[in-house]
């Protein structure tokens, strides 16, 4: 007995509009005009290295962008860190006949999730990098996973967050390598400057003083230094205000950063057992301060 073959039917393509508006066929029009008007500026106008060079130096050495020209976070239980989105903009600023920008191309609220594409494009030359990805409506915390995100407005941050870090890439992408190391290298020497002309010694109090303010103790900064704050170099004043900025954005915790030293229970019964020398008798000619921190001894208390 012959059987009628089995038929596969494909999904009904999505409905196109029937018809375009005037306001979206004009701004197609100005989109397209606008795109070759700034290639022919580009090449009648091409760019002046030399000058674009002085303009990435007078931009990085303004300490108020090299704070925010880097980033630190935590991930798999180590620390990332490289150049934030602002760097990369200023960047293709100086360097100039550069477009950039980041598209939403659909949105699904029913699957949960965003395409969308980051490119940047250097008009001279005419190199272009563009990515294309899925950033899906959602937000990781390691105390509660994934949870899912219907507020507009935090579908909008998610996506301009996940944009912003692509967006990064590719203006990098176009970008001289030697031409950001050398802007990397300047920002790195202005947080070692830091600001103004205040001495040292009251860069460090104002940094102790800003981090008591999030709840930081200035033996949490010395541990993570690994030095007494009277022994902190430029570098690790620069190094405090990249981590003070990065939990300013969110990007990173105060326990991440600086963790509390856990005490064992062994710990505490073994400081249990033990005889507490400031509570013992104290004999004849002898002091009442611990030999550690007899005045005189040396010894920080």
Known sequence: MNYPAEQTYAPAPAPAPSFIGQGTAVEQSRAVAEVQAAVIVARQFPRNEALAISKMKTAFSQHGLAIRSFFRFSRGGSTVSGETIQFAKELARCWGNIHHGVHELRRDDAAGESEMQAWAWDLETNERASTTFIVPHARWTK?????????????????????????????????????????????TNTLEKGAGDAPRSQRIADCIAHFETIGVTVEQLEESRGRTSDKW???????????????????????????????????????????????APASEGSSEWPEAAKPGSGARR
């Open 143 to 187: 105390s509660s996973g994934s949870s899912r995100l219907e507020d507009p407005r935090d579908v909008y941050e998610n996506n301009s967050n996940n944009g912003a870090r692509r967006l990064r890439e590719m203006i990098f992408t176009v970008l001289p390598d030697w031409y950001r190391e050398q802007a990397k290298t300047i920002a």
């Open 233 to 279: 170099t430029n570098l690790d004043l620069g190094q405090l205000q990249v981590i003070a900025e990065s939990i300013r954005r969110g990007e990173v915790t105060v326990d991440e950063e600086f963790p509390q030293q856990r005490v064992t229970v062994g710990e505490i019964r073994q400081q249990a057992s033990e005889p507490s020398r400031q509570q």
